[in-house]
Structures are given as C-alpha cells and as structure tokens.
C-alpha cells in the first residue's frame, strides 16, 4: 500500500476521517467535493456546507 501523501492546498482538522494526515492537519486526496448541506441557511459556513469526500476511519 501506498504511502499517503499531504496535500497543503487542504488544510484539515477532522481526525476521524481517513483521508486526515495527523501530523500535518492536511488531506491526502488530490482535490475534495464541498456539499451544501440540507436545510440549512443560517450564513454561518460551518451550518451551511461540508466535505463531501469524507470517509470515516
């Protein structure tokens, strides 16, 4: 298996996902897919959107 490689153009905190690098708080993937998510219109960035490559460990 490959090693994962840090991708510093995605900057990322979410430790549960398997995509994370944990010691440089990047993403491994080449690009990701941002996604609305569903009923919600608050403004606030973290109630309006998410990644959607995330993979759960």
Known sequence: MSQKQPNS????????????LDDKDC????AIQ??????CSTGKPSDESCCGSYRHK
């Open 34 to 39: 941002v996604e609305p998510c569903e009923c």
């Open 27 to 30: 993403c491994s993937l080449g």
């Open 9 to 20: 153009h995605i900057r990322c905190r979410v430790n549960s996902c398997q995509y994370h």
